[in-house]
C-alpha cells in the first residue's frame, strides 16, 4: 500500500543535470564540433539554470507546508524525542501489524480491486508498509520526509486506491499500535502515544494531500483532452465547410447554366414530347443540387443580420402558408399556438423565415404521415421562444450529441446541414437553440431570442 520511491540504479551514470555541458571528444583528444557547442552553451546553462531554481521553488515551499502543518497539530522536537524513544519497543510490533492490516483490509472489494496482482503484489506492499512503520519512528521528519509520503499517496492515485481506504488504514494501524503498544510495560506510555498519533496524523495529510492535487491534474488533463479533440474536430469542419462554400460558388454559375439551358430545351418540345418526364426530372435534380448549394453557402458565410423589431407570431404564419404545398409537410398535422396579439423579436426577417422553414420541414420529416407537429411561439418579458416538436421515432444519445454537427444525418437524403444552418442563424441572431428528444417520444427543438416591448404599430414590421 506504501510504495518505496524509485531508487537510482548506482551502476548507472550519474546524469550531470544541472553542470555545464562539456563538448565531446574526439579521438585524438580534442574537441568535436567545438564551435556549435560554444553557441549552444548559454542556452543550456540557462535552462538549468531555470530548473535549479523552480527545484529549489518547490522544495522551499513543501519545506514551509511540512512546517506548517507540524505547527498547526503541535508537533515539537518533544514528539521527535519520543518516536525515537519508542522505535524499538514498536518495531517488535511492526510484522504482526502489518500482517492484520492486509488480512481486513483485502476484505473490501476496493482494495482487492486495487491490488489485483496476487500474492507476489501483495508480499511486497507488506515490505514497504513496514519500511514506511520503521521510518515513523525514524526521527527524521523534515523536507525528505514530506517528500516520500507525498510519493506514497500520488501512488495511491495512481493505481486507483480509494480515499476513503487510506483513511481507514491509517486508523486501523493507529489502532493496532495503541493497542499493542499499551500492553508493554513502557514507561509513560500515553504521552508516546499522542506523539505517535500525531505523526500518523501528519502522514495522512500529506498523502491527502496528493489525492487533491491528483485529483485536480486528472481533471484538468481531461478538460484538456476533450478541449483538444473538439479543436480538432472543429478545425476539420472549418476546413470542409470552407472548401464545401469553394467548391458550391465554382458550381452555382454553372448549374444555372445547365437549369436555363435545359428550360429553354423543354419550351421548344411539344406538351406530349415523350422526354418531357426526363426533362422535368433533369430539373427537379437541379433544384435539389441548387439547394444544397445554397446551403452550403448560408453554412459556410452566414450573411449578416440587419436585426429589426418584426412580429415572429407573423413569420410564422407566413411561413407556413408558403410551406403548404412542401409534399412533406401535407402528410402531417401542423398545429400553430400562439398569443392573440403580435409576439414582438429583435433579429432578421429572413434568417427567422429560413430557420422556421428548416425546424417544420425536419420535423415534418421525422414524422409519420397523420402524426402532429406543433409549433408554439411563448413571449415573456425579456425573451421569446418558438418551440417546434414532432411525433416522430426520437433520437439515440449518440445522435443527439451530434444533432448540431455540420454535414451529420442519419436521413438517406440530406446534406446534415440543417440544424447546423439553424444554429448559426440563432446564434447570429443572439439568441439560443437547444434540442430535447428520446427514443420513442419525439423531438423538441426551442429558440430563445430576444424581446422587447411593443413598440409604436407603425415599427411592428410583419
Known amino acids: 500500500m506504501y510504495p518505496r520511491p524509485p531508487q537510482r540504479d548506482s551502476r548507472l551514470p550519474r546524469a550531470n543535470v544541472f553542470g555545464p555541458v562539456r563538448p565531446a571528444q574526439s579521438a585524438r583528444g580534442g574537441r568535436r564540433h567545438a564551435g556549435n557547442r560554444s553557441r549552444q552553451r548559454p542556452k543550456v546553462a540557462g535552462r538549468a539554470l531555470h530548473v535549479r531554481r523552480l527545484a529549489a521553488k518547490l522544495s522551499t515551499m513543501q ?11 503541535g508537533f515539537t522536537d518533544d514528539d521527535t524525542r519520543r518516536l525515537v524513544a519508542l522505535s524499538p519497543t514498536a518495531a517488535d510490533h511492526i510484522p504482526a501489524i502489518v500482517e492484520h492490516f492486509y488480512a481486513v483490509l483485502l476484505n473490501d472489494a476496493d482494495a482487492q480491486n486495487a491490488f489485483s496482482n496476487g500474492e507476489d503484489q501483495i508480499r511486497r506492499l507488506r515490505d514497504l508498509v513496514s519500511i514506511w512503520l520503521t521510518e515513523v519512528f525514524g526521527g527524521t521528519y523534515e523536507t525528505a520526509y514530506f517528500e516520500k509520503r507525498l510519493a506514497i499517496g500520488t501512488t495511491h492515485v495512481r493505481v486507483g486506491l480509494s480515499q476513503h481506504l487510506m483513511v481507514l488504514g491509517v486508523e486501523l494501524i493507529w489502532n493496532e499500535l ?6 508493554t510495560d513502557f ?5 508516546h502515544l499522542r506523539s505517535v ?29 476533450v478541449l483538444e479533440k473538439k479543436l480538432t474536430r472543429a478545425e476539420h469542419l472549418a476546413e470542409i465547410g470552407q472548401l464545401a462554400a ?24 411539344s406538351a406530349e414530347d415523350p422526354h418531357q418526364p426526363i426533362i ?20 459556410a458565410r452566414p450573411p449578416r443580420p440587419r436585426t429589426q423589431v418584426v412580429s415572429l407570431s407573423d413569420i410564422t404564419m407566413r411561413v407556413l402558408t408558403l410551406l403548404h404545398e412542401e409534399p412533406s409537410v401535407q402528410r402531417v398535422r401542423v398545429v400553430y399556438q400562439h398569443p392573440p396579439t403580435p409576439v414582438p423579436v429583435c433579429a432578421d426577417e429572413h434568417h427567422l423565415e429560413q430557420l422556421l422553414m428548416n425546424l417544420v420541414i425536419n420535423a415534418a420529416h421525422a414524422s409519420e404521415n397523420g402524426q402532429d407537429v406543433l409549433i408554439e411561439v411563448i413571449a415573456n418579458a425579456n425573451q421569446t421562444r418558438l418551440v417546434v416538436t414532432d411525433s416522430g421515432s426520437g433520437m439515440t444519445p449518440d445522435v443527439r450529441t451530434r444533432a448540431f ?4 444525418t442519419t436521413k438517406a437524403k440530406g446534406t446534415g446541414l440543417g440544424l447546423a444552418i439553424c444554429r448559426t442563424l440563432v446564434q447570429a441572431n443572439e439568441g439560443s437553440i437547444t434540442l430535447n428528444s428520446e427514443p420513442g417520444q419525439g423531438t423538441t427543438v426551442a429558440v430563445t431570442l430576444p424581446s422587447q416591448a411593443p413598440p409604436p404599430a407603425e415599427r411592428m414590421k410583419p
Open 187 to 191: 514507561p509513560d506510555i500515553d504521552t
Open 63 to 73: 519545506q514551509q507546508r511540512f512546517t506548517e502543518m507540524k505547527s498547526l497539530i
Open 246 to 269: 469553394s467548391l458550391a460558388h465554382e458550381i452555382k454559375n454553372p448549374l444555372a447554366g445547365i437549369s436555363g439551358a435545359i428550360q429553354v430545351i423543354r419550351d421548344t418540345m
Open 197 to 225: 498519533h500525531k505523526i500518523l496524523s501528519l502522514d495522512l495529510a500529506i498523502m491527502l494531500e496528493s489525492y487533491k492535487e491528483g485529483t485536480s491534474d486528472r481533471v484538468r488533463q481531461s478538460e484538456r483532452s
Open 405 to 408: 454537427e455540420p454535414f451529420y
Open 280 to 299: 422535368k426530372e433533369i430539373l427537379g435534380q437541379i433544384n435539389r443540387l441548387d439547394d444544397t448549394v445554397k446551403d452550403l453557402l448560408v453554412y
Open 178 to 183: 495503541e493497542c499493542r503498544l499499551r500492553r
